[in-house]
């Protein structure tokens, strides 16, 4: 490293020489940079943070192409009355296709679903009934002419009650079935007082902007048409997943923007402040006939500080962000806090710099001298510093989780322009502040005030160093209390008004069945269709109670494709009339028979042109033609990510007896596999990180003893932040995790600054390290943890999780470095057992 910094040297005199020139060279680049780095959007879509080549990603973009990706806008009207409530939908129906996007002219809608036409299915019903549902109503109206039969006997006594429990569960399937089949002919709830619409947007999920000014125009339209004149207690809004989705996406744009206000706020005014007190002690301190200016002069000049220090990091953040921009094109959510939390970590080294040049200035050098002196004693700690932490989160660029390898390129980069600026730019700064005397220095000679000499010795250094290793070995025996976050919906952000726009709609879906969230498998033939089904049933059939696999569809399975299956589901559709016709059921009145008789009418096969929509849609590809592809029905919640991660390892991945294999498709798939992603990797990159972090810290000090000490600080801290997680139940999660390898090198930073800077000053000299690196690294951390302080006050769970995670980590981190490390050198240096050479 010392090599590096006698090859850069030359830059460093260079521009500080000529400082207009650097500033003008380094505006300009940031200017463009800029134009680029306002480009960058935030991209919500988990599907997008694992590899494209995935399985589960490739599979979900074939479905996508064949099915399409359709995002529906729902209206809600809920009122006491039905009809009321059918009158509303009728009049805003044509309006909402009327409505157009002045930005292009064009209708907001392409089509709009309300009414189900179902006539044709009651007589058609079991036509589209699967052979296992046809099955359980032949064993139905077997127990319903065995019972007849029975009851016909005079001297019959029914004393078996379980065969009763049989019927009546197979009963309630045939219902179950005749729902889902035929639904109400109107979208509504069971007692009839909500109603929903669907409408399908012509624009874009991904243009924010179409979106915006369509919910703004319907809210208006609802408005104009006032819903209280329908009915007084009418209530409608527009809104859904598609809502949703905008909120998710403008709540994350403006955490973004509060915690930025937030988190540079608080960095800039600690920073003024450190310097401020430090640059008019050291004023104050100096020579008696120099100390011309008053205090009014150096509060005028608390925000030189910032400025020298933060023009250069906004630049060196703008180029970050133009290169960003230029090779991924999107943040992610993961990364979209980045440039707050970069503020953060990147002004530390400006500190370290600009507060080693006071100090250098206050001691009687010129501006050059002291420049180069500074960058000469402190470049060595920075440029380590830099070079370990951008080395940790370049690491994770070999995560095939995006979520990883984006933050750490983004982040690394982020450390080595902002290490880079501070080094090299700042200095043309402080020149040019130095020339119009907008930095006040008092040389410190001999009369100076007196102050009082600090203690040799770090006090309570044994008791410090027990409790510390005493955290550790707790830990230690208690990682299995350490927890991960499953459930994705406590990592997501609530939105009231979508909370009550859902307490509306929840009941008026139009169907009472439990098959949600569905995965697909895509086929190419019908003859593979069967296959998959076949292997999926047997999967399940493998797998027993423990199977996560509710049912398994196929369209084929319920529209014979070609005439041997039309044929075949004609033959069953004659022997359930014959049961039907049975003398002792045929003259019943009951109205489960009386739907049978007509569902079964069916002698010749349907066309598929007679279906109505709301039946094919889901089985139908984007152009139209009936899909071959399989649906996959879970058993259980997949918003536990448990629950994901079993449901996916049971059907992710599908082979037939033929040895084809296939892959599901679905977004719940995607979040299974990345949760499998980031459990595999994140304990190589934790691990790999680490490793890289010691070889830097042993290239550097060229000692394995110094290494380990330098990075005592690190580990030690790493164990109090799990110690804090154990105490008060925090979990980890699928956003948090990224913080570990920032943390492993944001914390290094504090024992390589104070272990360079002890041995640089000799033995003993560990307090007077502290109160002056020491100060430095405090400032530091507390600047760092400031950027990510501004995520603890964002709406979303995941970011503030993030937040949290990194301040305590970093928190724990200078606690060791300022409590442990220096009582582990004291007592080394009790017993002389430290070295300072080796």
Do not use: C
Not at 3 to 9: A, G, P, V
Not at 782 to 794: I, P, R, S
């Amino acid at each position: 490293m010392d090599f590096i910094l006698r090859l850069l040297k030359p830059v460093l005199r260079f521009n500080y020489k000529h400082p207009k020139f650097t500033i003008l060279i380094a505006l300009i680049v940031a200017v463009v940079s800029t134009s680029f780095a306002i480009r960058l959007t935030v991209d919500t879509d988990i599907a997008n943070l694992l590899p494209p080549t995935h399985p589960n990603v490739v599979a979900l973009e074939r479905l996508q192409e064949r099915v399409g990706g359709e995002t529906e806008m729902q209206v809600v009207i809920s009122s006491p009355s039905f009809e009321a409530n059918k009158a509303f939908a009728e009049d805003i129906i044509p309006k909402s296709m009327e409505l157009i996007y002045e930005r292009t002219g064009m209708p907001y809608f392409s089509r709009f679903e309300y009414t189900r036409e179902t006539e044709i299915l009651k007589d058609y019903a079991l036509y589209l009934a699967t052979d296992s549902e046809l099955d359980e109503l032949e064993l139905f109206l077997e127990d319903e002419i065995e019972e007849a039969k029975l009851e016909a006997n005079p001297f019959f006594v029914d004393f078996d009650d379980d065969d009763d429990w049989e019927d009546e569960d197979r009963g309630r399937n045939f219902q179950e079935l005749y729902n889902e089949l035929i639904p109400d002919r109107y979208p509504i709830n069971a007692d009839s007082t909500a109603m929903l619409l669907r409408f399908i947007p012509t624009g874009s999920r991904s243009d924010l902007r179409f979106l915006r000014h369509l919910f703004r125009d319907y809210d208006q339209l609802i408005e104009e048409m006032n819903p209280a004149s329908y009915h007084p207690d009418m209530i409608v809004k527009g809104g859904g997943r598609l809502q949703r989705h905008l909120m998710e996406i403008d709540s994350i744009m403006d955490d973004v923007l509060n915690s930025f206000s937030t988190g540079i706020g608080s960095v800039m005014l600690l920073v003024m402040l450190y310097f401020f007190i430090k640059t008019y002690i050291n004023y104050r301190r100096g020579s008696e006939i120099e100390r011309r200016k008053g205090f009014l002069s150096h509060i005028k000049r608390i925000p030189v500080s910032i400025i020298i220090i933060g023009i250069p990091l906004v630049i060196s953040l703008a180029l970050t962000f133009g290169i960003t921009y230029l090779v991924l094109g999107v943040l992610n959510t993961m990364t979209s806090v980045l440039f707050v939390i970069l503020f953060g970590l990147g002004i530390d080294y400006g500190i370290h710099f600009y507060a080693r040049y006071l100090e250098k200035r206050s001691a009687g050098l010129e501006i050059g001298a002291a420049l180069e002196e500074t960058y000469d004693s402190s470049g060595r700690a920075i440029m380590t510093s830099a070079v370990t932490t951008a080395i940790a989160l370049f690491v994770l660029i070999y995560a095939d989780f995006r979520g990883f390898s984006e933050f750490g390129f983004i982040a690394g980069i982020g450390i080595v322009l902002a290490y880079i600026a501070m080094m090299y730019l700042l200095p043309a700064f402080i020149v040019l502040f130095e020339k119009f005397n907008w930095i006040l220095i008092n040389r410190n000679n001999g009369d100076v005030v007196f102050v009082k000499k600090p203690p040799r010795r770090y006090p309570f250094a044994r008791t410090i160093l027990a409790t510390g290793l005493a955290i550790i070995v707790f830990v230690l025996f208690n990682t299995d209390k350490l927890k991960f976050e499953y459930d994705f919906g406590a990592l997501e952000p609530e939105f009231a008004e979508f909370e009550r726009f859902r307490d509306l709609s929840r009941d008026a879906e139009g169907s009472a069945s439990n098959r949600r969230n569905p995965a697909y498998v895509v086929a190419d033939s019908h003859e593979e269709v069967d296959r998959i089904l076949r292997a999926i049933r047997k999967v399940k059939a493998e797998s027993g109670e423990d199977t996560k696999i509710l049912d398994v569809e196929a369209l084929q399975e319920r529209f014979p494709v070609h005439e041997e299956a039309e044929q075949h589901k004609l033959s069953r559709l004659a022997d359930i009339r014959e049961l039907l016709n049975d003398p002792f059921i045929r003259d019943q009145e009951d109205e489960d028979l009386d739907r049978l008789r007509r569902a079964s009418q069916a002698t010749e096969p349907l066309d598929f042109n007679l279906l109505p929509d709301y039946l094919t849609q889901r089985f139908v590809t984007r152009d139209g033609d009936i899909g071959e592809f399989v649906m996959i029905y879970p058993n259980v919640s997949l918003s536990d990510g448990r629950n994901s991660i079993a449901f996916k390892n049971e059907i992710g991945r599908i082979e037939t007896e033929e040895n084809e294999v296939f892959y599901s498709a679905s977004t719940s798939i995607v979040a299974a596999s990345m949760l499998d992603l980031m459990h595999e990797e994140s304990f190589i990159m934790v691990t790999a990180t680490f490793l890289m972090i010691m070889l830097m810290m042993y290239l550097s000090f060229r000692s394995f003893r110094w290494t380990v000490i330098s990075m005592l600080p690190l580990v030690v801290g790493l164990s109090w932040l799990f110690f804090i997680m154990i105490l008060f139940g925090l979990s980890f999660n699928f956003y948090n995790l990224v913080t570990l390898p920032a943390i492993l090198g944001i914390g290094n930073d504090n024992g390589v600054h104070l272990a360079s800077r002890y041995r640089e000053e000799g033995p003993k000299s560990m307090w007077n390290v502290l109160s002056s690196t020491g100060q430095h690294i405090t400032i530091g951390s507390f600047t760092t943890m400031l950027g990510f302080a501004g995520l603890l006050f964002t709406m979303h769970p995941g970011l503030y999780s993030i937040g949290l995670l990194a301040i305590i980590g970093i928190g724990m981190t200078l606690l060791a470095a300022v409590t442990f490390l220096p009582a582990l050198v004291q007592v080394l240096e009790d017993r002389n057992w430290i070295r300072y050479d080796s």
